[in-house]
């Protein structure tokens, strides 16, 4: 299984970013769960959003500005950057869980099973 993460790049501060994220080399059901994580430099990987069938969780740093969704049909994970800031500096990852877990669970790394390679994200001020 591969994701392939695109859509990084450079944005002023107040602009928007749309990242996407196809998987290859499985289909991956409704009942999975795809997520995206970012780590800025220096810092801990951290949750930013996920969507599973009947799931949908945001990091509070970045709920009512970012927006996640999935084309199960095209095994495609997006993250809709709006409100862009300079702190959402980092490299973003796509991440994939092959089935459902709770919610609590789902803002935990370790509970997802495939990661795509990470796609920079730079936001000046």
């Known amino acids: 299984v591969q994701l392939q993460a695109s859509g990084g790049g450079l944005a002023q501060a107040g602009g928007s970013l749309r990242l996407s994220c196809a998987a290859s080399?499985?289909?991956?059901?409704?009942?999975?769960?795809m997520g995206w994580f970012r780590q800025a430099p220096g810092k801990e990987r951290e949750f930013v959003a996920a969507k599973g069938w009947s799931t949908l969780l945001y990091a509070d740093s970045v709920k009512g500005r970012f927006t996640i969704s999935r084309d199960n049909a095209k095994n495609t994970v997006y993250l809709q950057m709006d409100k862009l800031k300079p702190e959402d500096t980092a490299v973003y990852f796509c991440?994939?869980?092959?089935?459902?877990?709770?919610?609590?669970?789902?803002?935990?790394?370790?509970?997802?099973?495939?990661w795509g390679q990470g796609s920079q994200v730079t936001v000046s001020s």
């Open positions: 080399g499985r289909t991956f059901s409704s009942s999975s769960v």
């Open positions: 991440a994939v869980r092959r089935n459902r877990a709770i919610a609590s669970m789902l803002r935990n790394g370790y509970e997802y099973d495939y």
